[in-house]
């Protein structure tokens, strides 16, 4: 998924995602996962099960697990959660963007360019597995 606003709005290589979000201490990761997918893209993943990829640590510090799960997912129809921010930035005025505004799908090599450089070691991770 693509972050929406207007801070990522130009960039592609390096600022794709998976789906993530954080967790309080003893909560589940996995519960979390799915909540993240159900809040951020709109629908809940497609059934189907999960293989845990690992854990992963992004440049600003921020861990991420992952699992990957076989399903038909249409991108197309997603839609996202909203936030407002200051925007421009110094005008005070507020705006609304889509936290996510494209989904999409790609080959494993195009995902490794376009995927947060953080996350990219979970590819080599599913790669390994398959």
């Known amino acids: 998924m693509h972050p929406g606003g207007p801070f ?18 003893g909560a589940d990761p996995h519960d979390t996962a799915i909540r993240e997918f159900t809040e951020e893209l709109g629908t809940a993943p497609p059934p189907g099960e999960d293989l845990l990829l690992g854990e992963v ?22 839609t996202a959660n909203t936030f407002e921010m200051e925007w421009p930035r110094g005008s005070g005025l507020v705006a609304t963007f889509p936290e996510v505004d494209r989904a999409e799908w790609f080959a494993v090599d195009v995902a490794a360019r376009r995927i947060n450089a953080g996350q990219a070691p979970l590819l080599d991770l599913l790669r390994s597995m398959a």
């Open 8 to 25: 990522w709005a130009r960039r592609d290589e390096g600022a794709w995602s998976i789906p993530k979000g954080e967790y309080d201490d």
């Open 57 to 78: 640590r992004q440049a600003g510090g921020k861990v991420v697990t992952a699992w990957a799960r076989a399903g038909d997912f249409d991108p197309t129809g997603f």
